[in-house]
């Protein structure tokens, strides 16, 4: 089995930084996109950041400048670096990742349970 953990989420004001960490582990064969996701209450779940499975880096425009997505692929670990954050900011950060099983034979999509990102004024 595939497994994602997030870690690094917490409480900030308003102007201060994060920096959240995803790391897959388990049965991961190859990752062939990865990236985070994030809910607000009473909005839609949004894309954040991610690489594509071109390699990209894309970036919701809310988000531009202010937050960058890295990896190390040798940890098969995505970390998003969250500067300047704004009250706005505040949700529930999902990681995200297309993971082929190394027992299966095709990719599948994985979740992580989430960690709350609050933003004080």
């Known amino acids: 089995q595939v497994h994602l953990a997030e870690s690094g989420g917490g409480l900030v004001q308003a102007g201060g930084s994060l920096r959240l960490s995803c790391a897959a582990s388990?049965?991961?064969?190859?990752?062939?996109?990865m990236g985070w996701d994030r809910e607000a209450p009473g909005k839609q779940r949004e894309m954040v950041a991610e690489f594509d499975m071109w390699g990209s880096t894309n970036y919701a425009d809310s988000v531009k400048g202010r937050f960058t997505i890295s990896r190390d692929n040798a940890a098969n670990t995505v970390y998003l670096h969250m500067n300047t954050l704004r009250p706005e900011d505040t949700a529930v950060y999902y990681c995200?990742?297309?993971?082929?099983?190394?027992?299966?034979?095709?990719?599948?999509?994985?979740w992580g349970q989430g960690t709350q990102v609050t933003v004080s004024t």
């Open positions: 388990g049965s991961v064969g190859s990752i062939r996109a």
């Open positions: 995200n990742a297309v993971i082929k099983d190394i027992n299966l034979s095709f990719f599948t999509d994985y």
